[in-house]
């Protein structure tokens, strides 16, 4: 084959595999949200891959779910290091609590925490996406537009409430979580009787264990 042929041979794997590898993460999202004790066979038929293409990316159910996981992880951190260019401390908050919430990331660490063994890469982008975190509440409480008693691990399950709310209508889901944030966002404001009970401590919380 001519060296010209083989190239675009290759490139034209490569491609498939590539469209491949996004096909079947849309469909392990999907499988896995609604039944995560679900097998990888349903992922591969959803699909309309077969069975030896998946494994060919992955090699089990816990590699599919911890890739799953960490693509939502990282996608948490490229939102809130957008979230701490804003210059405004309480809109890069809450602008970023909205675009975490529709991108959904919370409804894996509802549905898949202790589905799988977390990978070091994955242990420091988690360090990471808390460091950000509690960076945005220090500007906001700094500003003086978030109430003192909220730490950092208030907000995961915040969000984790969030995600929480599901319905067959994916349009009419993202209309109702933006409702309850809403709400939730206005009791994060400053002001208001003091929230009751001990905040959850660093660490207690952990999901990916």
Request: proline content about 8%; some cysteine; aromatic content about 4%.
């Amino acid at each position: 084959m001519p060296r010209d042929a083989e190239s675009a041979a290759l490139s034209g794997r490569r491609g498939q595999a590539a469209r491949n590898d996004v096909v079947i993460l849309d469909a392990a999202r999907t499988v896995f949200l609604a039944d995560p004790k679900a097998p990888v066979s349903a992922v591969a038929e959803h699909a309309g891959v077969g069975i030896s293409a998946l494994y060919r990316r992955y090699p089990g159910k816990e590699a599919l779910l911890c890739r799953l996981c960490h693509d939502g992880l990282r996608q948490y951190i490229a939102e809130a290091e957008a979230a701490s260019r804003d210059p405004d401390a309480w809109s890069a908050l809450t602008e970023f609590l909205g675009r975490v919430v529709d991108a959904d990331v919370h409804s894996l660490t509802v549905n898949l925490a202790g589905a799988f063994t977390p990978t070091p890469d994955m242990g420091e982008d988690a360090r990471r996406a808390g460091e950000l975190t509690a960076g945005l509440v220090a500007r906001a409480k700094a500003a003086g537009c978030l109430r003192e008693d909220v730490v950092t691990e208030d907000v995961g399950l915040l969000l984790e409430c969030c995600a929480a709310v599901r319905t067959p209508d994916p349009d009419r889901t993202r209309v109702l979580r933006r409702r309850y944030l809403a709400l939730l966002v206005a009791g994060l404001a400053g002001g208001g009787p003091p929230l009751p009970g001990p905040p959850p401590a660093p660490g207690e919380l952990g999901r990916w264990k």
